[in-house]
Structures are given as structure tokens and as C-alpha cells.
């Protein structure tokens, strides 16, 4: 009976230590060198990207210059996105973060979105943004955020910014990924090829054929 009490013992401990080290073995690991300059022209798909030779690695793999100026956001969101991603940003790899330019024009939105990958931190640079997300019992939070103020959103959550204030706005939104990702409800619906079959959103959104060709319509270019 002892032995066997202590065989259930050793078990136990074996479990305990396991669950308290899967965070770790869960989460991304951390770099192993100084740096990893992503090799964007490498044949070799891995889940990010391989390493530069050390020898061909040069200054300017760890600067970008691409957040300088704001795109033109005459479309009808009244949005655009400068993206500092690895894949534009090579010396971000293997280092777990990046960061995204957005401008909106007055009243513009950046329509509700998720990045599967990544937390974000969105700090306004001018204007005033209404920054909102849900969570999974459908609760919304959201706060005006104004110029030099942060808002946080978790990883996953959809999420968006609207332009408040009454002139053009411009806000950072920092990320705990190389590349966080981006999902785009509407597009995911409306503008996928091949398309979404009409049955599945005529049941979805309780709509008729014609009233989804028309919502379908506005989406054709994205």
C-alpha cells in the first residue's frame, strides 16, 4: 500500500510540474542569438522567418523609415494602414513585436477586426479615436482616446477605431508579434474567393438571396 501511495505521489508531482510549465512551453521561445534579420527570399517556409548570415546583416535591416508619413485615405472607410510587420521589417524577426501606422480621415473607421496573433496597444498621436473591442459574452468596452493617451486591446478580440474628433486622426498600435495577423469580419464574408456559398449567409444573416447580392455589391475590390 505505501509503495503504491508512493508511486501516486510521484505522479502527481510529475502532472503538477507539467501544468505549471506549459505557459512556458506554450508561449514563443525566446530568441537563442542577439539577432535573427529575417531572410525574406529564403525557399524554406518556417512558422516566421530563417536567419540572414550574420555576414550579410547591414544597418539598415534594423531601421524603417515607413511610419515617417500617413497614406492617402480617400476610400470609403476613410482608413489606411502603414504596417511594420517582419515581412517589411526584417530585423523585427525572432523578436516578438511590431507596430502599425493608421490615419483616418474625419469620421473614418477602421472597420472591427482581429489579429489572431497578437496584442495590441494603440497610442494616439493626433486627434480623438473611439477605440472599442468584444469579447467572447459579447460585452463591448470602449473609451475616446485622445492625443498621447494608450488603450489596450487582448489578443484575438475584434476590435476597432473610430474618428471622433473633427479633423484627421493618427494613431500607433504596437503589437506583442512579429506579425500579429489581421481578420476582417466583412471581407471574410462578402469578398472571399471562391465565395462564400449564398446558402451560408442568406442563413446567417436572415436575409433574402437579393438582399445579400446587394450588401455582397459593396464589398467588390476589396
Known sequence: MASSRSGMFQVLLVVAAALAAAPCVLSDPPP?????VADLKAATAVDGFPCKPASTVVDDDFFSAAMVSGPSTDNPFGVN????????????NTLGLSI??????PGGINPP???PR?????LVLK???MVGFTTATNQLFSKVVKQNELYVVPRGLQHYQLNVGTGDAVFMAMFDAQSPGLVVPTLGLFATKP??????????????????SAMKSKFVGF
Open 195 to 212: 465565395a462564400m456559398p449564398m446558402e451560408v449567409l442568406t442563413k446567417t444573416f436572415l436575409m433574402g438571396e437579393d438582399e445579400v
Open 100 to 105: 502599425t501606422r493608421t490615419d483616418l480621415a
Open 118 to 122: 497578437g496584442s495590441e496597444l494603440v
Open 113 to 115: 477586426h482581429s489579429h
Open 127 to 129: 486627434g480623438e479615436v
Open 81 to 92: 494602414s502603414t504596417r511594420a510587420t517582419v515581412s517589411a521589417f526584417p530585423g523585427l
Open 32 to 36: 537563442l542569438q542577439d539577432f535573427c
